[in-house]
């Protein structure tokens, strides 16, 4: 069956550590990958997106990798701030127009 | 506008009675899509549109569940007689671009539906 993993419903660290959250996929073939953040009571807001052809992308302190081999994608978050507090989507886009699926995702809390 | 607005914030209403739930997209963006997201679960998508037309229903429940997206007008989604496990938060998003072309999707802040 088709299943989006997000490694673990929470995860605790420190202030300053980096923070990586993992995404595990399995009989899915995404043409994109997209990490959002949502806030409690808010909807997603997205952060980034990356192409099944590229390995790696950046955006100020956070880093999406995207390993088709491994079906995984890995988002870290550098520097990591109280305020990077929240919870973490990942989201497979399949192609072909199909709709967004959603990991469950994983809520992240940094301890300042 | 420049944000994804939903409304009403919360609704609550008896098993059996309908419930309406609005959604205005940001202005230029031709693509509207609906989720449910149960007790903080993965999001299940819905339904979706282009301008009024529907793009993808394939996750609409066949009964119950109807949605519209009419010229000049918010979107809407109807639950006619809701049940217990209609009781989720209904998010909208919208895009400029079509999903296959990894269109980015912004979000309201959903509305919450409570069927008691």
């Known amino acids: 069956s088709q299943k989006i993993e997000q490694n673990s419903e929470a995860l605790n660290i420190q202030e300053g550590k980096t923070a990586t959250l993992t995404c595990n996929y399995t009989n899915y073939s995404p043409a994109y990958l997209q990490w959002y953040r949502q806030d409690p009571g808010r909807g997603p807001v997205f952060l980034l997106l990356i192409r099944e052809n590229e390995k790696e992308k950046r955006k100020e302190r956070l880093k999406v990798t995207f390993d088709t081999t491994l079906k995984q994608s890995l988002f870290h978050i550098t520097a990591s701030q109280p305020a990077d507090s929240a919870t973490y989507l990942c989201a497979l886009l399949l192609g072909g127009n199909t709709p967004l699926v959603f990991g469950k995702g994983t809520r992240l809390s940094v301890i300042a | 506008g420049e944000e994804v607005a939903q409304t009403p914030k919360h609704l609550v209403r008896g098993e059996g009675q309908k419930a309406k739930l609005y959604c205005a997209p940001i202005k230029g963006h031709s693509y509207v899509f609906w989720y449910q997201q149960v007790l903080k679960n993965e999001f299940k998508f819905l339904i979706s549109f282009q301008n009024e037309n529907v793009f993808d229903e394939t996750g609409m429940p066949k009964e119950r569940f109807s949605a519209k997206c009419l010229p000049n007008s918010p979107c809407s989604l109807e639950i006619q007689a809701t049940k217990l496990e209609d009781s989720a938060v209904y998010f909208c998003?919208?895009?400029?671009?079509?999903?296959?072309?990894?269109?980015?999707?912004?979000f309201g802040p959903g509305t919450r539906l409570l069927v008691l």
């Open positions: 998003a919208s895009s400029q671009s079509p999903p296959d072309n990894g269109g980015t999707q912004y």
